[in-house]
């Protein structure tokens, strides 16, 4: 279930991009769709998600799971992407920017992916 709606927010993303934008909503779904594949390993562990954005906060919960540092990074920059593009005066991404954001996105699905098998 997590896992679909974590598609579904990559769906989102594909759809911003054939559009040519608005980046800070495809920003946006890809911090969505990190946090439904962390919330899916939640889950499948037996731990009920708490209801934050903080990836890493949520990636800690997870027991007798190490994350690299890569992943960890990737999480760090991505979830800010749930506040700093829905509001005035946020961030202004860029097509550029979520080509980066996709890449922390793959980073921390293929993560989950292992983690869950």
């Not at 980046?23 to 911090?31: E, L, S």
Request: cysteine-free.
């Amino acid at each position: 279930m997590w896992l679909d709606k974590a598609h579904e927010d990559e769906q989102i993303v594909v759809l911003v991009r054939k559009n040519g934008g608005p980046w800070n909503m495809a920003a946006y779904h890809i911090q969505q769709a990190s946090e439904k594949y962390i919330k899916a390993t939640l889950v499948q562990k037996g731990i009920a998600p708490i209801r934050s954005h903080d990836l890493e906060q949520l990636i800690s919960l997870i027991p007798e799971v190490t994350a690299s540092e890569s992943v960890l990074a990737a999480a760090g920059m991505t979830s800010s992407y749930a506040w700093v593009t829905r509001y005035p005066g946020g961030a202004a991404f860029t097509q550029s920017d979520i080509d980066v954001a996709e890449k922390d996105l793959q980073t921390i699905k293929d993560w989950v992916l292992s983690v869950i098998k």
